[in-house]
């Protein structure tokens, strides 16, 4: 029976979509494989020498993970273990990565928004982490080669620990300095998220309230032409087929390719039913297919 650890933040939906990925190749393989997941507070409290003392502990053939480029990667293959690196912020040279073509992710973008017929557009997310940096890429470079005269902005924080940090002051005042209407593309959910926050946090709706009419104290009515910012990721990474995790060239599929649509569900973060269960989710769902076992 094969052991594979996955180590992640399973408080996002992408990532139970990999753990559902193996979980389906195993079962559509016939194979026997327990799965056991184990929350990032391990790795952060007590370092990557932790994670790899307990993989050797549990006996596990491969550890698939959110890892820092600072980590010892090298510590798993000392010890026999196969290591995978979840997309995260950097790639690794030394081990696989679970990664995507996310330069063709922001151009996807960049032309279904040149379609809607905009001529401004902004991109906002987080300087320094590779997903992100080669969204924008896509994204701008596609706007420029349309026309050159289209505007375009982009507000990008710096690379930190928690990702979930950002600055709302300088989001509001980059939001409202941008030429309306303007269509613009966040590196992911969170960035997203953050945007619609910045938006309902402007005293009065301002002029991020809503695209269409609202009543207001007074009963005055204002229009805001900036299209209604909502939160769907046009673009989204195939989760369930980068799950997969395959033996030897000959049996690994292609590249997965980013689609159009919705691929992930806004607010599954809050879907738990315990918010003290080591900062992750029990998701029982896998265990029901054939040959898993699953460990909480």
Known sequence: MARVIFLTDFSEAYARELLLGMARYAHDTAQAWSLCRLPLSIRDKFGIEAVVEWAVRMKADAVI?????????????????????????????????????????????????????????????????????????????????????FTFSSLRSGAQNDLWYYDTAQLITWLQSLPKPVAIMACDDNQAYHITEACLQIEGGGEFAYSERHSHPGGRQRRDDLQALRPEPFVAQPGRRAGRLRRGTADRPADPQPRSGMGRRHGDAAQHHHPAVDGHLCQQRPAHRRGIALHP
Not at 86 to 96: S, Y
Not at 132 to 142: H, L, V, W
């Open 65 to 149: 993970g959110q890892f820092y480029n600072t980590d010892n990667v090298g510590l798993f293959r000392e010890n026999g273990i196969i290591a995978i690196a979840q997309d995260f912020k950097k790639r690794f040279t030394t081990i696989p990565n679970i990664t995507g073509p996310h330069h063709l992710a922001g151009r996807m973008a960049a032309e279904y928004f040149l379609k809607k017929g905009f001529r401004n557009f902004a991109f906002y997310g987080t300087r320094g982490i590779d997903f992100s940096d080669e969204r924008c890429q896509g994204f701008r470079e596609t706007v420029e080669q349309a026309n050159p005269d």
